[in-house]
Each structure stands twice: as structure tokens, then as C-alpha cells.
């Protein structure tokens, strides 16, 4: 199997490590880079819509291992929601079940506070690997000119040096302190 590196480097980061989609008030990132925010960054630069069936196929063919180069800290931000009136049912079903903190310091009532955890200056060298030579180099002209904006998990969270820079396949015996995305 051969790799390809990218370089993952931002000053803000964000990477879910919770699979829930109902609504929540804390969003806490990984700290590393998840399997499927690199999964997500290739299918944007391919051009690869959210549904694409093609998205399970590229997270079952790649592999992905990641090595941190610089650990950054974790940022918290706070944000306000207030739900459209299309989901006024859904919000208040899910007040029964679930107490929130309002802006004016109530519950229930109002906007609702938001509390997201970003990694703040954190870089990454993430090894992307397959089989597939011919995949590989897609990926690489696909990251060089994408499709889609390409981002960390976030559209706030975008690269600040390029992600790719040269085209170099690696082996499973040179990538040394790599561990596997999850």
C-alpha cells in the first residue's frame, strides 16, 4: 500500500468525534484528525456531493494515519441559536427531554447558547493510503485544484499553507510515530 502526505495546518481546526446528529449545545473537536474530516476533505476537492454513494466506497478504500507536528490548545467559542419557526415543534420536543441555557440566563426560552471547541494553531501530517496509485494521484491533483473550498471540519476552519506541495508515494516502512485515523 502506498501513502501520500498532506499537510494539515490551520488556525482554527475542528474535528467531531461525536456521531450524534441530534441538536446539541457542546461540540467538543478531537484533538487529532478524524478518519471521516479527511474523508470529507478529499470528497470536496473531488467534487463529491454529501450523499455521493462514491463517499462510502473512498472511506472503505483509504486508509489514513496521521502524525501531529505541532499540538495546539483547545479554544472555546460561544454562539448563539435561535431555531427558525419551521422548527419550533422540533424544539420544543426536544426541550422536554433536554434543559438549556439562554442568553439571558434562563431555560427554554429565547436564543440558545452554543459552546464549540476549536483546536487553535495545531498541525498535522496526515498520510492518505491506497492501492490505487492512479486514486492517489486524483487526490493529490483534486487537493491542488479543487472542486469544493476545502477546510478543517469547519467552514471557519480554513488551511493556512498548502495542504499538498509535491507528489511523493511512501511506504508502510517510512512513516515513523503515525497513528491510524479513527
Do not use: W
Not at 60 to 71: A, Q, R, S
Not at 146 to 165: D, M, Q
Amino acid at each position: 500500500m502506498d501513502y501520500i502526505k498532506l499537510t494539515l495546518s490551520g488556525v482554527l481546526q475542528y474535528y467531531s468525534d461525536n456521531n450524534s446528529i441530534a441538536l446539541r449545545t457542546t461540540y467538543n473537536s478531537s484533538i487529532v484528525p478524524t478518519k471521516s474530516a479527511i474523508i470529507g476533505l478529499i470528497a470536496s476537492a473531488l467534487g463529491l456531493p454529501r450523499k455521493s454513494e462514491k463517499l462510502t466506497d473512498l472511506y472503505n478504500t483509504l486508509t489514513t494515519k496521521y502524525k501531529v507536528i505541532h499540538n495546539g490548545q483547545i479554544f472555546d467559542d460561544f454562539q448563539t441559536i435561535k431555531p427558525l419557526k419551521s422548527q419550533k415543534n422540533y424544539m420544543n420536543k426536544f426541550y422536554t427531554r433536554n434543559q438549556f441555557n439562554t442568553v439571558g440566563g434562563g431555560i427554554r426560552d429565547g436564543q440558545l447558547v452554543k459552546n464549540i471547541q476549536y483546536l487553535q494553531d495545531s498541525e498535522f501530517e496526515v498520510y492518505v493510503g491506497s492501492k490505487n496509485t492512479d486514486l492517489l494521484h486524483n487526490i493529490f491533483d483534486a487537493i491542488r485544484n479543487p472542486e469544493y473550498a476545502l477546510y478543517f471540519g469547519k467552514r471557519s476552519c480554513i488551511p493556512n499553507k498548502p495542504i499538498v506541495t509535491e507528489f511523493k508515494l511512501f511506504n508502510e516502512e517510512e512513516l515513523e510515530n503515525v497513528y491510524d485515523c479513527t
